[in-house]
């Protein structure tokens, strides 16, 4: 694990920044520093190795150039479990009112992103990368991941026409994520002519969930839309198999990724799908690129790729793509009116908002440990720019 951590170093308060992306006045070394939040501990702890890893081949390739603007790149990790008891908001308004991170970039949950929001304000870039419920207009955030009208609505009509369910069932823990993307998700069941057999809320750190797996079976739900995320997916998923509630139920996730899959074994993996931008078995030429340079960065046990660790690498891109286009009116990026940011992405995504932007969207099916790409239901928009 240590091979993959950020070295922090000790920061100085430096003057005052015009623009995140010059120079200060202090700044002889030329560092940007990027704050990379990400949960290391609890439920989606198992995120962390994947994020920090593909983080950091972000900064190698781009400190292998000119950085950001001239200037080298440097990570500095931030806890951001929603387990952590300890006061994460003044941490990151502290370092952002001394001045000693330039840009964050956060994966984390959505509960975190509007704690966060409310002492960010605008004062640095904070890219949010992973899926997100859609609808976020604060200023600075740039949020690059999957909304679910693009996630969930092809996939779900997909499943539809194939497996024909009458009822589906909605399990989720209880934050915004889950409670917003299943609403659009039941707008969608209606239009489809299914019905809703169940819906239920759990806190994150569920021991089980065999009272409601019985409870799904009981309801006669053919399908669930799972909405747990990191360790409360993967016991869901083992007791699922353990009460052969694959016998009368598929299941759609957006979140469980490749480590869950791992985590979850075989026999909580049975008819399983999985709807993403990104799966680590992807047969495409920028996969295999960036595939390549990952495992020569960190050697054949690197942690295993996902969506959710490769969005780091994304979200710091897509600061290098934002401080070319706007490097003094970077709060204003992101409107309707300006041209995508373009930024390299595995996905070959582009981004024109929040609510507006470009990525590919697969549908796979866990094939052992492993993800099968069966289709892709949504292909990258092409962009006259």
């Not at 290391?40 to 603007?69: F, M, T, Y």
């Not at 940011?341 to 929040?354: E, F, P």
Request: aromatic letters at 10%.
């Amino acid at each position: 694990m240590q091979r993959y951590r950020q070295r922090v170093t000790k920061i100085g308060v430096p003057q005052t920044i015009v623009s995140p992306f010059d120079h200060g006045l202090n700044d002889s070394i030329g560092i940007f520093r990027i704050a990379l939040l990400i949960p290391l501990r609890g439920s989606a702890g198992l995120w962390a190795p994947s994020c920090i890893a593909c983080a950091q081949v972000a900064v190698e390739e781009l400190n292998k150039a000119d950085g950001i603007n001239g200037r080298q790149i440097e990570l500095i990790m931030i806890d951001t479990a929603i387990e952590n008891d300890l006061p994460v908001e003044d941490l990151v308004n502290s370092l952002i009112g001394i001045q000693s991170i330039n840009a964050i970039v956060g994966m984390h949950i959505s509960s975190m992103r509007e704690r966060l929001k409310t002492v960010v304000k605008g004062r640095i870039p904070y890219v949010y990368t992973p899926l997100y419920e859609g609808g976020e207009v604060a200023r600075g955030i740039f949020a690059i991941g999957e909304t679910p009208e693009q996630q969930l609505g092809s996939a779900i009509e997909h499943l539809h026409s194939v497996y024909r369910p009458k009822k589906w069932a909605l399990i989720g823990n209880d934050y915004l994520w889950p409670r917003v993307s299943n609403v659009y998700a039941k707008i969608k069941f209606r239009a489809l002519g299914a019905d809703l057999g169940y819906e239920k809320y759990v806190p994150f750190s569920q021991p089980n969930f065999f009272r409601e797996i019985e409870e799904m079976i009981n309801s006669e739900s053919e399908a669930v839309l799972i909405s747990l995320i990191g360790q409360d997916a993967v016991q869901f998923n083992r007791d699922f198999g353990d009460l052969e509630g694959h016998r009368s139920m598929i299941r759609l996730s957006g979140a469980i990724e490749e480590n869950a899959l791992l985590a979850s074994g075989l026999g909580g993996l049975k008819r399983l799908f999985s709807s993403s931008s990104y799966f680590a078995s992807l047969k495409t030429d920028r996969n295999a690129a960036f595939k390549e340079k990952y495992f020569a960065l960190h050697g054949d046990l690197a942690p295993t790729l996902n969506t959710l660790g490769q969005s780091t690498y994304e979200g710091i891109h897509f600061l290098k793509g934002l401080s070319q286009i706007c490097r003094e009116a970077w709060t204003g990026a992101g409107s309707q009116s300006r041209l995508p940011i373009i930024y390299k992405s595995v996905r070959n995504s582009r981004y024109v908002s929040n609510d507006q932007k470009s990525l590919p969207i697969y549908l796979a099916r866990a094939d052992g440990f492993f993800y099968n790409v069966e289709k892709e239901l949504m292909e990258t928009a092409n962009y006259n720019i």
